[in-house]
Every structure is written in structure tokens, then in C-alpha cells.
């Protein structure tokens, strides 16, 4: 499976950017994607991923009320909508795929996927 994530770019502070996660197939036992962000000199974090089993839709704290995650499977994607953004958001995104069932906290941290795209760099600065 290829996973293909996009739409990053410079953007003002309070600004907003969608993210575009493709994927080469999606099945129906597909179990979740999900997004992630690193920032140099920091560790990966988990920022959001959907459940396809039950459609629960995680948020990390730091973006709770600011990001939405979606899914279109008539176009193999997963998009994550990012509103009132700040510096702190400046970090490469990635999207992941899980094929199989993993617990939540597998999902959060990364451990869960088995497949990971490349990374779109998000920049938010004046």
C-alpha cells in the first residue's frame, strides 16, 4: 500500500490548511489511518486518526477543537482540516495506515500502523 499525503505550505497564524492523505487501495477491513506531525528536535506525535471499524474519531489535546478528520472512500482518502493554527503546528505531517485491528494507544503512538507515507511540511509563522 502507497500512502500519499499533501496540501502543506506557509500559512499566517489563525490560518487554516487541509491535508490530503491517498492511499494506492482501500479495503473494507482496513482499520484506521491516521495522521501524525514531528517538529525538529521533537518526538513524533499522534495528532488524529479515524476508526473505519466504529468511525471514533481520535484528537490529540493540543489540537482538540482546532482539527477535523474525514474520510471520502470513493477517493481512497483521508483529509485532516486545520483551523486556527499557531507556530506550534509547524511540523512534517504524515498519514499512516493500519490494516489491522490495534488499541487505541498502539494508534496514538504510531505502533499500530504498518504503512506511513511521506511527509508535507506545515509552516505557521508571520
Known amino acids: 500500500v502507497q500512502l500519499q499525503a499533501f496540501g502543506g505550505g506557509l500559512v499566517q497564524p489563525g490560518g487554516s490548511l487541509r491535508l490530503s492523505c491517498t492511499l494506492s487501495?482501500?479495503?473494507?477491513?482496513?482499520?484506521?489511518v491516521g495522521w501524525f506531525r514531528q517538529a525538529p528536535g521533537k518526538e513524533r506525535e499522534g495528532v488524529s486518526y479515524?476508526?473505519?471499524?466504529?468511525?471514533?474519531?481520535y484528537y490529540a489535546d493540543s489540537v482538540k477543537g482546532r482539527f477535523t478528520i474525514s474520510r471520502d472512500k470513493t477517493k481512497n482518502s483521508v483529509y485532516l482540516q486545520m483551523d486556527n493554527l499557531n507556530p506550534e503546528d509547524t511540523a512534517v505531517y504524515s498519514c499512516?495506515?493500519?490494516?489491522?485491528?490495534?488499541?487505541?494507544?498502539?494508534?496514538?503512538?504510531?505502533?499500530?500502523?504498518?504503512?506511513w507515507g511521506k511527509g508535507t511540511q506545515v509552516t505557521v509563522s508571520s
Open positions: 499512516a495506515l493500519a490494516e489491522e485491528a490495534s488499541s487505541d494507544r498502539d494508534l496514538r503512538s504510531g505502533e499500530g500502523m504498518d504503512y
Open positions: 487501495r482501500f479495503r473494507l477491513d482496513d482499520w484506521a
Open positions: 479515524i476508526n473505519f471499524s466504529d468511525g471514533y474519531k
